[in-house]
């Protein structure tokens, strides 16, 4: 059985996979890439950043009826599920995950082609979890703008691949 989000729910989901995708961006920048790299993952560390405030604005923005509990939670363990719902996502928070991944890594290709998988992946969660808000009306659109927000990370990855690898 799928629980019925709400946008509100969603959104902070969304903000927790903004500080995990920020952290992957900030040690991948950190690696010894060429500059043009450097500076792409310099400038999705910026825009993740962006996102968690441009997301943390739409939360505070939505109704009530788009933020209330949708189940019965006196123990206000919601919350807890969501964050872990989003740290077992692709962008974990754990640094030492974080960095145990981008240690494989030896290219710039890869790292992009790492990142761009979990974009991808973020995008999919995003739709799965449109699908399951429970207001479809105002969750749908707000939650659309996440995932089109993603797929700017992606556009952005895929065009630096193209250029570095022809």
């Known amino acids: 059985m799928i629980f019925p989000f ?20 900030q040690k991948a920048a950190a690696k010894p890439f060429p500059e043009e790299i450097v500076s792409l993952f310099t400038h999705l560390t910026d825009e993740e950043l962006a996102h968690k405030a441009f997301f943390q604005e739409i939360l ?15 123990d206000n363990e919601l ?13 974990n928070q754990a640094p030492e995950a974080i960095n145990s991944l981008l240690d494989k890594v030896s290219t710039p290709a890869d ?3 790492l990142a761009m998988g979990f974009e991808k992946d973020t995008i999919v969660f995003f739709l799965e979890l449109q699908a399951a808000a429970e207001k479809y009306d105002e969750s749908r659109e707000a939650i659309g703008r996440l995932v089109t927000e993603e797929r700017r990370h992606m556009a952005h990855l895929a065009e630096m691949l193209q250029r570095i690898t022809g």
């Open 111 to 113: 790292a992009i082609r």
């Open 79 to 91: 919350d807890k599920y969501l964050k872990l719902m989003a740290d077992q996502h692709v962008f």
């Open 6 to 25: 709400n946008a509100g729910e969603v959104f902070k989901i969304a903000i927790t996979i903004e500080d995990n995708g920020r952290l992957f961006y």
């Open 60 to 74: 505070k923005s939505l109704p009530p009826s788009e933020t209330g509990a949708t189940v019965w939670d006196p």
